[in-house]
């Protein structure tokens, strides 16, 4: 059996790889292939081509990659009908992945949705691509399912992989000792994952960390990177400060920088569902641009954008939406962390939110439901002789 995964972003990549990992478990003989990223090429997926690295948001940082996109796409239209995968699995990357989408119905191959568009909270009309090319969504939210299910989606709810992911994550003690030895407190830096969040967002993260160390001289900054070039750029503006912080910088240590920070600064992503499980108040920041902030208003139809806040229905992480000058928002974010760091009940508070939370939807073994539903429905739709064999 053959199954092949469009995966564009990094969090992707990580949940992808969990997931294929789990089925070549099952199915030894399993043939994956397909766009994607290192953790997934680590899980044996032959990589038609490295997606991850194209990870971008807003219309137009997209504008100059759509002549590749289009290529890509031609590119696996000619695989679909050459090597006719059993089956076509997409992980979020709506705009992209609506394509590969088309083109495998047009070859006649089953396509499922794993971790689906948040088109409930933007630009909701997209159902109507949903309907034509997606045979069946496997979501990670409760509210979310619902919501496809209501609009007569075919949707099944099997969990978010990050709880798994955080389950089964072996910390690495040593560095938590480490930085826990001398009894300093620690804020958690988190830029992001996408080489254009970081570019964004960084610059204003440091002027608010360099803002709380006149507060609180005895904090720790801990910056977690997501790939060294990002660290690189990170330790180069702090350079060019001419200041001396007590920071430093990581790639491959943001379980660990999330679990023994006291609050966290991050950039919005699915990685504050770490943040729940690990119930490390954190305040989210989204920086854009004017353009594209103008064109999301008219689309965007949810209230929060970080994924606890949605799913609690109400403000648990502290959110903040900069465009233009970075100065208020970064206002708001030493506001809100030199709160947490001179009221240790307010911190205290911000953390039992999020653990009641956690408590009420902490679900594991979403990978292993994923995969089991995904080869039940390969192994019904097989030819007899193969499904015996």
């Not at 059993?86 to 971790?115: E, M, Q, R, S």
């Not at 619902?146 to 910390?171: C, K, S």
């Not at 001396?244 to 910088?249: A, D, H, Q, R, V």
Request: contains cysteine.
């Amino acid at each position: 059996m053959h199954v092949f995964f469009s995966v564009g972003e990094p969090s992707g990549d990580q949940h992808a790889a969990h997931l294929i990992g789990e089925l070549r478990n099952r199915l030894p003989n399993l043939r994956v292939s397909g766009f994607g990223g290192p953790l997934m090429e680590r899980k044996g997926c032959q990589l038609l081509f490295p997606l991850t690295k194209m990870a971008v948001m807003g219309i137009f940082q997209v504008l100059p990659l759509i002549l590749k996109f289009y290529r890509l796409v031609k590119e696996a239209e000619a695989y679909f009908e050459r090597h006719k995968p059993d089956l076509v699995i997409l992980v979020d990357f709506p705009g992209f992945n609506w394509w590969i989408a088309h083109k495998a119905k047009k070859a006649g191959i089953p396509v499922y949705y794993y971790l689906p568009p948040q088109l409930w909270a933007w630009a909701p009309w997209r159902i109507k691509r949903v309907r034509r090319n997606i045979d069946l969504v496997l979501s990670g939210l409760t509210f979310e399912t619902d919501w496809y299910a209501e609009r007569g989606i075919p949707v099944m709810y099997v969990g978010h992989p990050f709880f798994d992911e955080v389950n089964e994550h072996r910390l690495d003690d040593a560095f938590c000792r480490e930085w826990t030895a001398d009894g300093a407190r620690t804020v958690a830096l988190l830029p992001g994952s996408r080489g254009q969040e970081v570019t964004r967002s960084w610059p204003l993260l440091l002027d608010a960390a360099r803002r709380l160390h006149a507060m609180h001289p005895d904090v720790n900054f801990l910056v977690a990177n997501y790939k060294e070039s990002q660290r690189q750029f990170c330790v180069d503006q702090y350079e060019k400060l001419q200041e001396t912080l007590p920071i430093s910088f990581f790639v491959g240590k943001t379980s660990e920088i999330i679990e023994l920070a006291d609050c966290a600064m991050m950039v919005s992503g699915s990685v504050s569902l770490e943040m729940l499980a690990r119930r490390t108040p954190a305040v989210v920041l989204y920086r854009t641009t004017w353009p594209t902030y103008c064109i999301g208003k008219s689309l965007v139809t949810c209230k929060y954008m970080s994924l606890p806040n949605l799913i609690a229905g109400r403000m648990i992480m502290p959110e903040f939406l900069s465009v233009g000058s970075p100065l208020p928002v970064t206002e708001s974010l030493v506001k809100q962390v030199d709160q947490w760091l001179s009221d240790p009940q307010s911190l205290a508070d911000a953390a039992k939110e999020l653990s009641q939370l956690r408590d009420k939807i902490y679900v594991t073994g979403a990978t292993r439901r994923t995969a089991e539903v995904i080869i039940e429905r390969l192994l019904q739709s097989a030819p007899k002789e193969s499904a015996a064999a």
